[in-house]
């Protein structure tokens, strides 16, 4: 069945960086587009970062824009989510997806269980 695991969450301090990876397995991983989303406590999931399936075009969020880098490897089935100048606001449970356009919308078809990220000022 179709797997997206999530790793690389963590406590870290203002300013600090973390990478985000997602394995997946049991899809066509090389044709889909990948995303991360991330919800903070008491919000709505929200989109963070978009990358399509060639890797060619990334979407990112206003907020996270500069920051945050999303890449991908299509041999190793893994979309990772670099992120630098991590700031309080960033505190969330981001959830890798899969299978969807690439769009700001939570209309991907796979999810993984999220990896928790704080972000301590």
């Known amino acids: 069945q179709v797997q997206l695991v999530e790793s690389g969450g963590g406590l870290v301090q203002a300013g600090g960086s973390l990478r985000l990876s997602c394995a997946a397995s049991?899809?066509?991983?090389?044709?889909?587009?990948m995303a991360w989303f991330r919800q903070a406590p008491g919000k709505e999931r929200e989109f963070a970062a978009g990358i399509s399936w060639s890797g060619g075009n990334t979407k990112y969020a206003d907020s996270v824009k500069g920051r945050f880098t999303i890449s991908r490897d299509n041999v190793k089935n893994t979309v990772s989510l670099q992120m630098n100048s991590l700031k309080p606001e960033d505190t969330a449970v981001y959830y890798c997806a899969a299978g969807g356009p690439l769009t700001t919308a939570p209309a991907y078809r796979y999810w993984g269980q999220g990896t928790q990220v704080t972000v301590s000022s």
């Open positions: 049991g899809l066509t991983f090389s044709g889909l587009n």
